[in-house]
């Protein structure tokens, strides 16, 4: 059965850390694109990072860039999304996704397998 499993959310505060990771099983995370995406309450998903099978390059959406790392272990088959300096705006249920598109990408409709998300709040 191919899936995702996100976890390590939870409840934080401000200028806090915290370490998501999402194991995969079915495929392997080596010969995917994996992404980390959030949905805010209110708001659409909106990509976070992504971490290019091509040629391992990431890429962060705006509003992370400098504070979350995504990386991934392939003898472990799992991704991780590193949050450090978290804020209230980080607060949104987050999921991880993979695609076979081999290089970085937000575009949603690409990736073919979904976790189905761990929420992470982050109180003021």
């Known amino acids: 059965q191919l899936q995702l499993v996100e976890s390590g959310g939870g409840l934080v505060h401000t200028g806090d850390s915290l370490r998501l990771s999402c194991a995969a099983s079915?495929?392997?995370?080596?010969?995917?694109?994996i992404g980390w995406f959030r949905q805010a309450p209110g708001k659409e998903r909106e990509g976070v990072a992504v971490?290019?099978?091509?040629?391992?390059?990431?890429d962060y959406g705006d509003s992370v860039k400098h504070r979350f790392t995504i990386s991934k272990d392939n003898a472990t088959n799992t991704a991780y999304l590193q949050m450090d300096s978290l804020g209230p705006e980080d607060t949104a249920v987050y999921y991880c996704?993979?695609?076979?598109?081999?290089?970085?990408?937000?575009?949603?409709?690409?990736?073919?397998?979904w976790g189905h998300g761990t929420q992470v709040t982050v109180s003021s």
């Open positions: 079915g495929f392997t995370v080596a010969r995917h694109t």
């Open positions: 971490l290019s099978v091509a040629d391992g390059s990431a």
């Open positions: 996704a993979a695609t076979t598109f081999r290089l970085p990408t937000f575009l949603q409709a690409l990736y073919h397998y």
